[in-house]
């Protein structure tokens, strides 16, 4: 099976029915014990030093790994993808491309969709099979987002990883499904943990995942991942068609209709606070000014750069968050 390189979450359905191997390029990268050496390669080749490490992390694990084939997204995700994607095809990799319109109309999803079904010469009858293939996955891992915020069994960091391995299901979404049904076994069969706060945690996914661990070693505890939970796709059992499907997700589109469901999601998980994680260098950490604008609950933002832990400083403003959420409970208790 030939794989296929992705840079954020894209239609897979239409590339798995194309008979492709998905590959997220950021779950290479994050995910890869000497993880640095991808950003040092992009450095050594231009890239500059003040250019967001996801980028440089992608195109080291591109010419690292022999990747020959990617998709593109040029509209709706990363300002830097265009520029990530003519360096790469100068080098030669074979570059498809998709685009999330700025519309967010249906009418301009379907035209998107059928424009990169057309590329990859499926019909619209093969994706929605392979569409309702992935469902059962999909419904596997919103099984564990509720084990998350509903029984306080799942811990934050699997709530995390569960979900954002859906961008690509590991590669083999048999497979992964396989793995999630035990992941769920296991969970269920622990006691709840008496969580003492429940926080939020949105923005683009962490280069630093010990933030996981690190509140929990206070009792608190994520119970909310915004991004990793839309590319779950937690409501498409909802959703009609793939271009219902893929209209309903947020994190592509403006900011408003990102705030909607996060301000749903609040409500839903009781949260005490929201971490807003943002990557340095990344125009998205802009959003922050109307983000904490919008949001009626406390929001600490955190910025990470290269460093795939958390530095001192992080930690320390880490705790005196959670420190004054705790107070501000105890005072409205
Ligand atoms: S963190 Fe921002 S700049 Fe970096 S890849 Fe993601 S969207 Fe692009």
Redesign the pocket.
Known sequence: MKAIGITTTVPSEVLIAAGYKVVDLNNVFITSEDYDKYIDLAEREGFPKSS?A??KGIYGVCRKNGISEVIGVMEG?????RALIEVLKSEGIKVNTFSYPHDHTLADIKKSIDAFMNAFKVTPGQVEAVRNELLYVRMLARKIDELTYMDSKATGFENHLYQVSLSDFNGNFSGYAKELEGAIGEMEKRPAMDIKLRLGYIG?PPITCDIYNYVEGFGARFVYNEVQREFAFPRAAEAGDIYSQYMDYTYPYDLEFRLEEIKKQAGIRKLDGIIHYT?A????SIEDVVIKKELDIPVLTLEGDKLNRLDARTKLRLEAFMDMLLDLKEVGN
């Open positions: 967001c996801w980028i995700d990363c300002s830097n993808t683009v990557q260098f990344c125009h998205r």
